[in-house]
């Protein structure tokens, strides 16, 4: 145990340490985000001891400045200069609806594939924050392991090396599942339309957060399902008060929900408040389509259970894939679909058949080797990091009143904006100056959250990003009355 007290000398040298940190933080010398030396180099710097450094970081941490995190060190932490609120809760209509943002989200995607567009709409990593050459040499290890170079058909179910990854994977979770419990998919998308096809029919109704990932939509769409909306809270998740209260009103076939870091949102559902959901699914026998696509991209010292993990009888279908942490690209997803996996192999087998098998076999053979833990830790510091810096961006160039979430995890910041806000006229203002975000009403099938817009923290702060807060900024106080 380090010791504490303090010699008049070191104590001195203590008080001078933290008001120089504490004064390069205030004059934003140092930013949110930022990592600090560690207690031994600041030791060294210093020419102090090691005790004395570590008292120095715990005075700092304790007036709110800085944080620790497990084994990475210490940062500066978000300061918010004014007061800042989390986004509201929006109820959504009773009726069941189809949805009608299809044109505003076509609009969107185009836009944001344009040359020389800053993708603060895309919540996805850049390529700077993935690991190419090792994932390259998985690759071409993986295919000349292969007797026939990975050109061969694979089985329907997938890769069993891949499925033995994934299943070794779930501990993470809390799951306890084998290799044979797995279907791969191309992707997570492919993932929940297998699932929906496999317990809903045209006409029927399924209950969705409010608001949701828009690509949500378009599978509904091509599915012919209505959509029940529930509300989620910024930090609690899902409304299982709202849900229940649905479930006993209306004839709902299925649920599909994103239980960690949820898009838009961020918000992260408790161990308490999964094992209640299962428990109501299961009770009434509907299916709980589980997305963890972001589940591995925790801030905290853990990553978040699932609904998985406490599901006994088979009634949640966990979807998720690669393509928010390692390879958007190579398509590869996956299903755990419970008592359904057999409806789940046929519907496959009437689609794509079999899915890649290189592209399968690489990610195995990522996995296999110990990569995909080591660059994960990576991407989770560097997310974390970008994440307090947007967060500050938004708190210093945005008007006062502006509400921001506080995700644990993901990709995306849900931020909302003075009532007067219509966030379609801010995203063609935007994209004018070459910014894409996400307008707030493509979250919902009544574009209801007219004055939410969704930024993504995917792409490493510096200076384009700075100057491009700057000018959102400076239109969102254009556009108030």
Known sequence: MLATSLTPETDFLYGRIVSHIAEQISGKLIKAGDKLPSVRALSKEQGISISTAFKAYTELENMGLIEARTKSGYYVK????????????????????PTSVTDMIAMVYNNMAEEGV???????????????????????????????????YESVQGTPALRKQIAKNAFSWGGHITADDVVTTQGCKEALLFCL????????????????????????????????????????????????????????????????????????????????????????????????????????????????????????????????????????GWCIPGRFKQQIINIKMMHTITSATPTQAAVAHF???????????????????????????????????????????????????????????????????????????IFSTDARFTNFIRISFGIPYDDAVDKSFKVLGGLVKGLMN
């Not at 603060?120 to 040499?137: I, N, Q, V």
């Not at 853990?302 to 390692?326: A, Q």
């Not at 806000?421 to 935007?430: G, M, P, S, T, V």
């Open 118 to 152: 800053l993708r603060l709409s895309l919540a996805a990593p850049p390529l700077s924050l993935l690991p190419l050459a090792k994932l390259s040499k998985s690759m071409m290890e993986a295919i000349r392991n292969s007797p026939t170079a990975n050109v061969h």
């Open 78 to 97: 978000y300061l918010a200069q004014r007061s800042v609120k989390l986004p509201e809760t929006k109820m959504p209509a009773n009726e069941h609806c």
């Open 197 to 332: 096809r496999a317990v809903t029919k045209p006409g029927d109704t399924v209950a969705i957060e409010s608001p949701t990932y828009f690509g949500i939509f378009n599978v509904m769409l091509s599915l012919d399902l209505k959509v029940l909306e529930i509300p989620v809270d910024a930090e609690t998740g899902i409304d299982l008060d709202h849900l229940e209260q649905a479930m006993d009103k209306t004839d709902i076939k299925a649920c599909l929900f994103v239980t960690n870091f949820s898009n838009p949102v961020g918000s992260c559902m408790s161990d308490k408040r999964k094992q209640r959901l299962v428990n109501m699914v299961t009770e009434r026998q509907i299916p709980l389509i589980e997305d963890d696509l972001y589940g591995d991209i925790y801030f905290g010292d853990r990553r978040p259970r699932t609904c998985k993990s406490y599901d006994t009888e088979g009634w949640v279908m966990l979807c998720s894939s690669v393509s928010k942490s390692l390879a958007p690209g190579y398509r590869v």
């Open 367 to 441: 996995f296999e080797t110990g990569r995909y833990d080591l660059h994960m830790r990576k991407l989770r510091k560097a997310l974390y990091t970008q994440h307090l810096q947007y967060s500050q961006a938004i708190n210093n160039y945005f008007p006062e009143g502006t509400k921001i979430s506080r995700p644990a995890g993901g990709y995306a910041l849900w931020v909302e904006l003075d009532k007067s806000i219509d966030a379609f006229e801010l995203y063609k203002a935007a994209i004018q100056k070459n910014i894409s975000i996400a307008p707030g009403q």
